[in-house]
Each structure stands twice: as structure tokens, then as C-alpha cells.
């Protein structure tokens, strides 16, 4: 197992998979929450409903799908309804376990910016903006967020609050008003990050041949360190298998 090599997005979607309990229903996105949603259902989550933007309940998609709107979602599917069900019916009414969430930066206290790099008026980068992630934020019942760890993506601050993670504490966010429980880990490519009991981020757990100084290096704040600091499982070989060869066999997602 030691020789075992894998890529920075083949080691996030693992540990996102394991993450998720038999029975949960997740909102779920294209792209790498996608994969660690089927790679759950496959191994040890065979009883997860997956629930995906468009209207699809219960999906059991026979391929990758492309987008949230990819015609696979339907086939088998326990159910089809509108977008606007999905929201009001099924997420904001607490009836969705887990959303997986992802965003360009993610601050200290796990905020999500998807929206603009710099100042709003004038941006250095324009991005793609929320879609559903600022509802899933606020009513998931649990919210992971899987992104790589590197400094630009893990500032103090971020740039722009796309969607709430604890705002500027767990107080703020109980305030809002917001039933969900807000971001509980975050997933990188280094470890594991969880909010302690005033919802900033610290680390928690390190991936096996990772240290504590490269996560200090790649983050934006001075990071605190569990007391318990622990070690995640090591990837195995038939997670690997299931990645490569049946969810992801063309690597869509899965290159670098």
C-alpha cells in the first residue's frame, strides 16, 4: 500500500467520500463532490440519495454525469420535479443531509467566495458566482467543502462573501437566523480542517508523508493546530480502482 501514488484530487475525493454515512441525502454538484458521492454509494453508503440542482431526486446516474443537467440524472431516478422544488421543498424545509461546497477562496472562519477576485467594482478576476452553494451553505443540515490548500485560496479574509460559513463566528451565524450547521470540515490535499467552538477553521488531521509546516505555509492566517492532531486512513487500492476505471475511466475530472 505505501507504493501506492495518486494525485492531489484522487486523495480530496476520497476522504470526502468517507465522510458520508449509509442514508444521507446530498445535494450534489458536477465535478469532484460528484465522484465522492458514487464512490460512497459504491463501497460503503449504498443506501445515499443523491439529490442534484436540476430537479432529480434519487439519481443513479450509469455515467459521469456533465452537468447537473445531464440526461444520465433521470434514468433510474427515484423522482424528477422543478429546481424550485429542490430549494424550497427538500433543502430549505431540512430535508437534505449534506451539500458539498467549493469555492475560489475560503477564509478563516470558512466563509466561501465564488464570486470576484479584488475589489467588487473593479475585479481582478471575475467568477462564476454562487449558483445553489449560498442556499446549501445556509440549510444543509452538514456542509464539506473539498478545495487544494495552497496560500491564494485560504486568505484571512475573503474578498467576497459568496456563501456563509460561520460569517465572523458562530455567533454572527446563529444570528442570521440560518437552520443549517454550517461548514464542518474543510478537505484538501494536505488534511482536514474542522471550526473549533468559535467557528474558525483549524487543523485537525494531516493526509499520510504530509507535515504540519506545509499547511502553515499554504495558509493565509496563523493556522491552530488540534491537540489531537490526527492522521487520515491511507488511500486504498480499490478506491483508487473505483475512481479510475468505473466513475472516472476518461479522467474528466480526475487529470492533474
Not at 77 to 94: E, K, W
Request: with cysteine; net charge negative; glycine share 10%.
Amino acid at each position: 500500500m505505501e507504493n501506492l501514488s495518486y494525485t492531489a484530487s484522487e486523495l480530496m475525493c476520497i476522504n470526502a467520500a468517507r465522510l458520508l454515512r449509509d442514508g444521507d441525502v446530498v445535494f450534489v454538484g458536477v465535478g469532484l463532490p460528484n465522484l465522492a458521492c458514487n464512490l460512497a454509494r459504491r463501497t460503503h453508503a449504498p443506501n445515499l440519495q443523491m439529490i442534484y440542482e436540476a430537479g432529480v431526486i434519487g439519481a443513479r446516474p450509469a455515467r459521469l454525469p456533465l452537468s447537473i443537467g445531464d440526461p444520465t440524472l433521470v434514468s433510474g431516478a427515484s423522482s424528477v420535479c422543478s429546481m424550485y422544488d429542490i430549494f424550497t421543498l427538500y433543502l430549505q424545509r431540512g430535508n437534505v443531509d449534506v451539500g458539498f461546497l467549493g469555492g475560489a477562496q475560503i477564509d478563516r472562519y470558512a466563509n466561501i467566495n465564488a464570486t470576484v477576485i479584488g475589489d467588487y467594482a473593479h475585479p481582478k478576476v471575475r467568477l462564476p458566482g454562487s449558483g445553489g452553494s449560498q442556499e446549501m451553505a445556509a440549510w444543509a443540515n452538514r456542509c464539506y467543502i473539498m478545495t487544494p490548500h495552497q496560500k491564494r485560496r485560504f486568505p484571512e479574509k475573503v474578498d467576497f462573501c459568496t456563501s456563509a460559513g460561520f460569517l465572523s463566528g458562530r455567533a454572527e451565524r446563529e444570528a442570521a437566523g440560518v437552520r443549517g450547521g454550517g461548514p464542518l470540515m474543510v478537505v484538501t490535499n494536505l488534511g482536514c480542517m474542522e471550526p473549533d467552538e468559535t467557528g474558525e477553521l483549524i487543523l485537525t488531521a494531516l493526509h499520510p508523508g504530509c507535515t504540519v509546516e506545509q499547511v502553515k505555509e499554504n495558509t493565509g492566517w496563523p493556522i491552530k493546530i488540534a491537540t489531537n492532531l490526527k492522521t487520515t486512513e491511507p488511500v486504498l487500492e480499490s478506491e483508487l480502482n473505483l475512481l479510475r476505471n468505473e466513475l472516472d475511466p476518461e479522467g474528466i475530472y480526475l487529470k492533474g
